[in-house]
Structure formats: C-alpha cells, structure tokens
C-alpha cells in the first residue's frame, strides 16, 4: 500500500502553512509566483480575503501571466511594479531545493519575471512539495537549470554554456505548438543539463551565466529564499531555513 500522501496535498499544506504564516494584516504587498504550487497559496489568500474577511488593503503583484490571472479570477487586488515596487512577501514554488537553499526555478518558463519581482521583496519564501528538496541540486529534478535567452542568440549561448560548464543545453521546444516555447517576455528558453557528478559553485555559475552576452535571466536562485515549506510525504510542514 502506498500510504503517501498525494502531491497536491501536500503542495496545498505548504501552500497554506507559509501563507498564514508570512501573509498578516500588516502586509500591503504580496509577490505571487507561478506553478502549479503557488495556485493553492492564491486560494489561500482569497479564502482569507472573501471567507475571513482580513486582508482587506492586500494588493498583489504577479510574475507571469498565469499569475495575473489567478490573482483577476480571485477576485484579488492587481498591483504592478510600477505602482508597487517594494513587496513585503514574495511566496513562489520551485523545481529544486538543495540544502544550501540554492533553487532551480523555471520549470514553468516564469523564471525572468519571478527573478524580478522576487528581488523587490524583503521576504521570499518558497513552497513545495517533498520531490523538490534535495540534498544537491539534479537530484531531483533532471530537466536541467532553465535559461532565459534572446532568440537571436540561443545556438552561441548553448555553445558557450557547453564548452565553460559541460552538460548540454537545449533550445525548449513547445509541446503544443509547432517550435520553440516563447516566454511571457518574448524570449526563448534553453534547458542546461549540467553535468551531474562535477561539484558546481552555483553562485559562480549563475555571475558567469549572466555575463554571456543574450542570456537574459537564470533559473539558479542563489542566496533568494528566506525559508522553504515543504509539504511531506507524511502530511507534515517541513520548514527549511537558509
Ligand atoms: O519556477 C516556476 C515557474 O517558472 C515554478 O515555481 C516551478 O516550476 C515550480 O512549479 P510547480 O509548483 O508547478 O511545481
């Protein structure tokens, strides 16, 4: 008998776990991420708003456009970093957690706007079910670190991505849609599986990533997260500090 608990279980625990936590009536602005996760944290926020009546004066900022419409179709408060630069709470999920608190992020192909928003947040915290957490990064998740790029650029990036850090980088192709996925923002999206048995810097590899002339936004958040909420095989809330 298997007797763990299903994944969307326990993403909702988490979700809901970090929300009542980090979400309090002193908070004006909310940072919503993007993935299958963070839609339980939005059913949270509005069942405070609509069902508890608190959180009145909440506005909410998103990092993608599934984000944005989760917020419009809860009847939430939009807000933008325009109007709303500084965020108290930014509340996300991710592909991966080591034990350093590194993430890989991106799965969704969000990475470039929750780098964003994320960085105008004084707290971020990450949800998750137990398959995120890992003691190093790739073991777990296998998709490899995704990469934000210019269209222009994709076949030199993966090149150069290949010769400086072994692995490969591949283009991602849409599954739907005939050739590459196009991101919120315009962009393609290379999937870098970096090689599993070689010891990264990922602070290091994310500068380095960076600094390759077409790479627009990595998927590696370093030193990001305050705390991570995992949602446990056993119906448990696991919180992991940096
Ligand atoms: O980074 C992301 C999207 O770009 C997501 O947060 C990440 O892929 C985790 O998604 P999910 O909650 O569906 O597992």
Redesign the pocket.
């Known amino acids: 008998m298997n007797d763990k608990i299903a994944l969307d279980t326990a ?1 909702n625990l988490a979700a809901k776990a970090a929300v009542d936590q980090w979400v309090t009536e002193d908070t004006k602005v909310v940072g919503v ?6 839609v339980f944290a939005v059913e949270r926020l509005a069942e405070r708003v609509w069902k508890e009546g608190c959180l009145a004066d909440m506005i909410c900022v998103p990092s993608s456009y599934q984000a944005r419409k989760l917020i419009l179709d809860h009847n939430l408060t939009l807000g933008d970093l325009d109007r709303n630069p500084k965020i108290d709470v930014y509340i ?4 991966e957690v080591d034990s350093h608190m590194v993430l890989i ?7 470039m706007q ?1 780098k964003i928003v994320s960085s105008c947040a004084k707290t971020v915290i990450i949800i ?1 079910d137990y398959t995120k957490k890992s003691l190093r990064l790739g073991e777990q998740w296998c998709q490899g670190v995704p990469i934000e790029v210019s269209p222009m650029a994709h076949v030199p990036i993966k090149l150069k991505i290949e010769e400086l850090f072994g692995g490969v980088a591949s283009l991602r192709i849409a599954l739907k849609k005939a050739g590459p996925v196009v991101t919120d923002n315009g962009n393609f999206l290379l999937d870098w599986k970096f090689l599993a048995k070689r010891e990264y810097n990922w602070d290091e590899v994310n500068r380095a990533l960076t600094m390759i002339p077409g790479v627009l936004e990595t ?1 590696l958040f370093v030193d990001i997260a305050s705390k991570c909420y995992f949602g446990m095989a056993d119906g448990a809330v696991k919180v992991q500090s940096k």
């Open positions: 993403k991420g993007s993935g299958s996760t963070v996300d999920g991710a592909d992020k991106g799965g969704g192909g969000c990475l929750e998750a998927g």
